[in-house]
């Protein structure tokens, strides 16, 4: 079969999209600016302005702050993640904090355009509750989203970046929309937390529904454990050390580098005497022989990497010593001898 190679010029819908935005918002602006400078002149053609009054010079108006806005808003964008993400040394970080700035900059901006079109802030107070009542019961669901992602940002509940489980969807947070959240998608048909190529769009009122499960909102750690079945006629002192060298080996520098750390951000101190400082081990019987647990915590996006590791260690010296076995289900057939 012959190998299969991929070209990057076959697909640029990824790296084209932002620019394609770019472009096109521009355009209209471009045109939006010379219909209103044509419309305070009085000489757009083929329409009667006499007929329409001030309205069409300030719905010119708003389209071209709005699309002014975006096209600013996006520009300063890109220039302030690519600065300042080689600095902070997280582009996730800081994409989430100018979403932010974003927001706060679009509402000062529509609140603006809002005042200055109504003008008579009594008829304003008037329109907004009409519209309010139609809203509420027409967008429910836009509504609901919108207060998911409310809360979503104002408990920190995950930010761009975090890993996180919802709505059975596990995934890296890419961006935190008003309405929705989009995550690259891990897990399902792949073991562990290798990615599956997905991007998933989650509605905010998903989190009114059900938990939310963070893996990285304090620490970027996990608790794991690997196990392995030893054989009853195994040495038993002699696989445990084998296990638990093999996890020292792999993580026992990385918890006692971050032991202090992780211990200041528990929430309680009463799981203080849950932290483990290195791997250890626990017991359990089994039909087939003794389930050995390594228990230990790892960075959360090497947790496959790390378990992988600590198993072929584990693997080479059973092999290598015939006093330990690994325990498998299987049968014996015993032959009855007549006499």
């Known amino acids: 079969m012959a190998a299969v190679t991929y070209d990057p010029t076959m697909s640029t819908k990824g790296k084209s999209k932002g620019w394609w935005s770019v472009t096109t918002m521009a355009i209209i602006s471009l045109v939006t600016a010379l219909l209103l400078l044509e419309v305070d002149r009085g000489t757009l053609p083929f329409i009667d302005l006499t007929t329409l009054g001030p309205d069409l010079a300030i719905v010119l108006l708003v389209v071209l702050v709005i699309c002014v806005s975006w096209l600013m ?3 300063i964008g890109k220039l302030f993640e690519n600065l300042l993400g080689p600095v902070v040394g997280s582009y996730a970080q800081v994409r989430s904090v100018w979403k932010m700035i974003s927001y706060a900059i679009w509402t ?3 609140l603006a355009l809002l005042f200055g079109i109504m003008g008579d802030v009594g008829s304003l107070g008037v329109y907004i509750g009409l519209i309010g009542a139609a809203l509420t019961f027409v967008l429910q669901k836009p509504l609901l989203n919108i207060a998911g992602w409310l809360l979503i940002t104002y ?3 995950y930010r761009i970046g975090d890993r996180i489980m919802l709505d059975d969807v ?32 989650i509605p905010n009122s998903t989190v009114f529904d059900g938990p939310i499960l963070n893996y990285t909102k304090d620490l970027p750690f996990i608790w ?20 638990i060298e093999s996890a020292r080996e792999v993580v026992g520098d990385s918890m006692a ?3 202090d750390l992780y211990r200041s951000r528990l929430g309680i101190r009463d799981l203080e005497q849950y932290l483990l400082r290195a791997p250890e081990l626990r017991m359990e019987m089994a039909d087939s022989g003794v389930n050995v647990y390594v228990l230990y915590f790892c960075p959360t996006e090497r947790r496959r990497v790390v378990q992988s ?4 260690r584990i693997w080479k010296r059973f092999m290598d010593d015939p006093k330990v076995g690994i325990a498998y289900p299987h049968v014996h057939l015993v032959g009855m001898h007549r006499e």
């Open 309 to 312: 590791e600590i198993t072929e």
């Open 155 to 157: 408990r920190g509940l």
């Open 73 to 75: 808003i996006t520009i």
């Open 224 to 243: 794991d454990e690997v196990t392995t079945m030893v054989t009853y006629e195994s040495d038993i002192e002699l696989a445990k050390r084998y296990i």
């Open 170 to 201: 596990k995934g890296y947070v890419l961006d935190i929309r008003i309405m929705y959240t989009e995550v690259r998608e891990f897990g399902e048909w792949m073991k562990g937390d290798t990615f599956t190529g997905r991007i998933a769009t």
């Open 108 to 110: 000062i901006i529509l």
């Open 257 to 259: 580098t971050n032991y």
